[in-house]
Nanobody
């Protein structure tokens, strides 16, 4: 199994910044993509940003120019730097990773994993 653990959420005023971190641990062979998704109360989970192992990034239109996703391939970390936060950014942010892991028979199998989520609240 592959576990994802997020950190860095909290309460911040509008216009402020937060940095989220997520690390992947387990019988990982390789990770192709990592990303952040968020879910606000009463809304569906939505993509925030993704990054491939080659460094290609993709952002939701609502966060372009404000959020930056980055990745440490060697240590299986992904970060989300959030600047100029708005009240509408309030949500639970979930880390996501997809790739190949080793199973109990040491065979390589695909995986998709999600973290438990961290709360980000933007409020004055």
């Amino acid at each position: 199994q592959v576990q994802l653990v997020e950190s860095g959420g909290g309460l911040v005023q509008p216009g402020g910044s937060l940095r989220l971190s997520c690390t992947a641990a387990g019988s990982i062979f390789s990770i192709s993509g990592m990303g952040w998704y968020r879910q606000a109360p009463g809304k569906e989970r939505e993509l925030v940003a993704t990054v491939t192992s080659g460094g290609s990034t993709n952002y939701a239109d609502s966060v372009k120019g404000r959020f930056t996703i980055s990745r440490d391939n060697g240590k299986n970390w992904v970060y989300l730097q959030m600047n100029s936060l708005k009240t509408e950014d309030t949500a639970v942010y979930h880390c996501n990773a997809a790739g190949i892991r080793r199973n109990y028979s040491d065979l390589r199998v695909p995986f998709v994993s999600w973290g438990q989520g961290v709360q980000v609240t933007v409020s004055s």
